[in-house]
Structure formats: C-alpha cells, structure tokens
C-alpha cells in the first residue's frame, strides 16, 4: 500500500476539508493534522469527539497520520455506552474542539485541544516541511469503530490502514471518483459512512469534502451551485430530500448538476429512487457494505443502476450466498442465500474479542454478513432481508434490540418488555417497544416519554424507541421465548 493519505506528504493550496466551523485546504490540513500528530504520536489509542467538525475531522487526521488508531465517539451516546466505549478501547487521550465539555467517562484521559479556529500556525501559503511520520504498515490498525449486534453492548471493529485503502481504491474504480471530485453531505463521521467514505474517501483521492452540518434541499442546492459533484448520504436523507424538491423544483434541478447521488446504509425504497430521479433527472447508486466489511458491493458509475440491486462486487471483492437454514419447517425461496464475502477491505477483528472474531466467519474464512440476498440476471446484488431479527436499521443507524431491552429493564416501571423494528417511510424501521407495565395503573402518555428519555440518555437519541406500546402480556411459544413476529 502506498501512503494512506498521499495529499497530505506533499499538499496543495487546493480545498480539502470545509464544515460548518471552517475550511482548510491541504497546506493547511497537513500543518494543523501534523502539529496535532505529534502531540499524540506513540500513544495506543486516541478517542476523537466526532462532532460534525472540522476540529474532529483534524483530529482525525492526525491520528491517521501519526499511526495512532482513532475511536471515534458518538458525541449524543448516552452514560452506558460511553462508558462501555472508553472501558473497551482505553483511549490514552481525547481530542476535542476547545471548550467543549466532554462527559464523565472522557474525564479520566489526557484531554488535547484541537484549535482550528487560527486555523494553522505557519498560515496558508508556507511550504513548513510537515514532519509526517513514516508510513505505518498496511496491517496497523487506522480505526475502531463501534457497532451493535444482537445481543450485547457494542463491539469495537478494528479497520486496518490497508483495508481502508483498498476499499477507497476499489471504489475510485467503480465512480471513476477523482481528486477533481467535491463530495457533498450531512453524515456522522464516527460511523463507516461519514467517517471512511466520507472523509478519508475525498482525503484519499486528494478531493475536497463540504460537509453541510445538516442537509436539506436548499442547503444541497446552493453545495452543488458550488462545485459538489458527488452526494453521499442515507435513505432518510433522500427521503427528505425528495420532499424539498418537490416543493421547490428549481433545488432539484440544481442537484441534477452534481455527477452521482450515492445512497447507502439502509435500502432506498423504489418509490424515493423515483421521487428523487424525477426531480434530478439522476438516478441514484445504491451501494451496500458493513462497519465490519466496509463496502462491497456498488452500483458503477459507468452502468445504468438497477432499482432494487446494491450493484456489483468491487474489485478483489468475493461475495457467494449460502444456503441458507430452512425457519420454522419452511424452506427458503430459491435463489435466495445468505451473503458471506472475502476481500481486502475486511475488518482485522473485533477488539479483544476473539470468540466474537471466529464466530463473524465461516469454517473456510468467509465473514456472514447476516444479510439475505439473490443475484440479478445481469449479475447484480440485491438484498431482501436479514437473517436477525433483532438487528433493526433505523435512519441508516444499525441497533440491536437486546441492548434497547436491557436498558428498558433497568426502568423500575418496566416488568417485560420486546423491541422490534416497524417498517417507516422516513426512518426505514422505527423502533417499537411493547412494554408490559409493572404497574398497569401507571402506564401512561408520561410514562412512555419517560421511558423514551431513560434509552436516549443511557444509550444514545437514535436509540430511543419512537413508540411504546403498553401491553398485558407478551406472545411466547410453549419453551417461553417470545414470539415478535407476532408482535
Ligand atoms: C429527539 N432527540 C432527543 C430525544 N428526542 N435527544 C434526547 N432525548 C430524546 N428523547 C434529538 C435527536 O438526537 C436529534 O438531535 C434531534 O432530537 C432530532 O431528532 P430527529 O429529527 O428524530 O433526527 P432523526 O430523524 O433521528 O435523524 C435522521 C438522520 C439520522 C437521518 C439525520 O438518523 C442520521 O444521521 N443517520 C445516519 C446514520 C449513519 O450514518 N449510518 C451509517 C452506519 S455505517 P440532532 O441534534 O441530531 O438533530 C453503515 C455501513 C454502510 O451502515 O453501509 O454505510
Ligand atoms: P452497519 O453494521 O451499521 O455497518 O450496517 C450494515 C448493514 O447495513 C448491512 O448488513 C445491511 O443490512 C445494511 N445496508 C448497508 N447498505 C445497504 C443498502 N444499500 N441496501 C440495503 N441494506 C444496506
């Protein structure tokens, strides 16, 4: 592997990275990213607070050019999850943005300022040579990101310097994307999304990123007026989006100008692709990966997309489907499999959890994925479901039900309690939780919200079930395991 941020040993003047709280070009990404570097150089791992920023997305940076693994942290995770976050990846040192007031778990590591605000001590224009370390190995660790399973709090997955490189290269390959690309979106950068696609992605190419903060139509219009010519983002954004248009036609048309509209995470509905070509004239890709894989699969820039398909394996990318286990005495649909994949870009493992590692793949080495998919006749992937049903993807966020359960339980109010995902328009899956009372009396409107309050504060806002449904009992079948199908 070649250097993972290449632009940045040799920079530009030219734009690299613009949020809401200022811009940098790569002279001055490079100067802020290496002064930061090394400050952290040497320590085992550092803990970003992945704000929407460009104070986190330096942070970052430095990080990966000081070989020093980054966990990036969900600014809104609740007390639990943060707390699990730090115990599990023993950050040494947090980067934030001055002033910020980090929570109680954070209070205990080295605490650095990243202060972009001058934006660069030597200022744009200096040629001060960067003292970028040597170029790590492709199998150290860049990044752990954490993600949820079905039962448990979430595991922390190891992406490797080379995994994200390949991934970033083998997706060049498929949107012809270039260091002439300005990518536009409104995605969190402490999930694989925002953060590797994102923002290493544009980093990688030597293109710039204008992160908008928020996205709507208006706000997307005036990015492309701009210059952006690619737009990542999830269903629930071009959902949204779809709506704008629709009320100001003269928004869409000008997101037409930008080259891809790239959607991910989650499934876009045929409905919302639709919405979104007519009021674009684009089509948009769909592209499908994991926080363990990173992606795999990718509707090609140079091909017409096909509505319902997540496209084609990316290069060196194996995906087969398994046969997959006949549920409840009914056999499976032919053509269906379950989706087990093999390529460069795959996680090195979850940290310090080798029983989890080995349980993610196949005696022959192949990761499961847990998702159900059929090849196209032109050879294309498309998904049709999850072999879990207690993994719900809601807004383009993965959450496990067990750790909604687990946190409800712990409410006095609460004797039994099942959480599922509902089908939603905006959000994909909404998550539903059926709570049986411990005290009939009390179940009411307040108590709901109070239940509400007590996940996003333990966990995280996107955790929050969007509804509770007070019930008598829960439907269990004769070994006592409840039975949400039939919730
Ligand atoms: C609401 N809020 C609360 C609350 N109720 N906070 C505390 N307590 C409560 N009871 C807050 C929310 O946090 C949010 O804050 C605000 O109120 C508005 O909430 P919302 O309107 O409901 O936002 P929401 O609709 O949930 O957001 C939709 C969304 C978001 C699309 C913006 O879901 C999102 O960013 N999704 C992206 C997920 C993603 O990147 N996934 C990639 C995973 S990697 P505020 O301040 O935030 O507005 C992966 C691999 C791959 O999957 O293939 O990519
Ligand atoms: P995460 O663990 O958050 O990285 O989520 C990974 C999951 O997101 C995958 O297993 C899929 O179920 C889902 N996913 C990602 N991209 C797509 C897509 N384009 N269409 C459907 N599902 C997707």
Redesign the pocket.
Known sequence: MSALLPALADPTDEPALRFPDGAVTYRELAALASDLGVRIAGRSRVAVWATPTLAAATGITAGLLAGVPVVPVNPKAGERELAHIVASSAPEVVLAAPGVELPAALAGLVRIDVDVAGRVPGAAGTTRPVPVPEEPPAKDPALV?Y??GTTGPPKG?VLSRGAIAADLDALADAWAWTGADRLAHALPIF???GLVLGTIGPLRRGGSLHHLGAIDGQRLAVAVAEGATMVFGV?THYHRLAADFEADPDAGRTVGRARLLI??????TAVDHARIEKATGLAVR????????L?L?AARADEEPEVGT?GRPLADTEVRLAPLPAADGEQPDEGLGA?EVRGPQLFSGYLDLPEATAAARTADGWFR???IGRWTESGLLA?VG?QATD?I?SG???IGAGEIENALLEHAAVAEVAVVGVPDPDLGERIVAHVVPTDRAAADDDLARGLVDHVAALLAPHKRPREVRFVESLPRNAMGKVQKKLL
């Open positions: 990101v993600t949820s997955a999930h694989v999304h269903p959607s991910g995470s989650a499934a876009l769909e592209r499908y990966g994991l926080t363990e894989t992606i699969t997540v989706v994925t847990g998702d998904l999850r993994l993807k383009g966020y993965k």
